[in-house]
């Protein structure tokens, strides 16, 4: 067995591949995590931090099989971006994730958090680069510390009304309606010149945005741990 372990700002995971495939899945603290990783017995892992530093340094303490994802590792795709070196690392896990399950292919991911990421490789196994904008909280956020008398609004995700009735419900309206359409309209465009490309949606509330983007659903793939997979077939291709 082999692990992959992801470290968010707010969250970890802990996933368990046993031939190239999830057998189980932990969330929670990165203690919870840590707590868990202790009692399994794996081959490899790798590791992918945005958050404390200090996570990185016990799990490479805890183990000399773990290795960290970096820009130096070895990569079956040819990043044809303008700085490699400031390419998050999630993206570049989710865009191995899209390559290890749909090789050859023209594939969009998109990412969906504190922000949306957009990342587009072809055929040719070529990353060409995406877009970044601001996730749904962060729009909400944004409308509050730049305005004097918007509120800030913890969003909750559920199919809003096109007219708000009210200033919650109008911002509420503004930012889950707002992000549907650019993640629509952003789609149709790859689809004009690239007709058969994959669609791939992940982040925490991928079956939501499914649900609600207005395209054909047969070529959209929800895989809310994409990260997860694209870090064990970075392991896989570095041991």
Do not use: W
Not at 25 to 51: D, H, M, Q, R
């Amino acid at each position: 067995m082999n692990v992959a372990i992801d470290i968010g700002n707010t969250r970890a995971k802990l996933a368990i591949f046993k031939n190239d495939r999830i057998k189980e899945l932990y969330v929670g603290t990165f203690e919870a995590i840590f707590s868990s990783l202790k009692k399994i017995s794996f081959f490899s892992g790798i590791i992918s931090n945005v958050g404390n530093e200090d996570y990185t340094k016990r799990l490479l303490s805890f183990s000399s099989k773990l290795f960290l994802i970096n820009h130096k590792l070895k990569y079956p795709i040819d990043f044809k971006y303008g700085s490699f070196t400031s390419l998050g690392l999630d993206r570049i896990a989710n865009v191995m994730g899209s390559y290890s399950l749909y090789p050859n292919k023209e594939n969009l991911i998109i990412d969906v958090g504190t922000c949306i990421t957009y990342d587009y490789i072809n055929k040719k196994n070529e990353y060409l680069g995406g877009s970044i904008s601001p996730g749904f909280q962060l729009r909400s956020n944004a409308l509050s510390s730049y305005t004097e008398n918007l509120p800030i609004l913890d969003i909750k995700l559920k199919q809003q009304p096109l007219i708000g009735e009210n200033t919650k419900s109008s911002i509420e309206s503004g930012v889950i309606n707002g992000v549907i359409a650019e993640i629509t309209q952003i789609t149709q465009d790859y689809k004009k010149f690239s007709p058969e490309i994959n669609v791939i949606l992940t982040g925490g509330d991928t079956a939501f945005i499914k649900s609600m983007v207005s395209i054909k659903k047969n070529s959209i793939f929800a895989l809310e741990n994409l990260t997860l997979i694209g870090l064990n077939a970075i392991r896989k291709y570095n041991i």
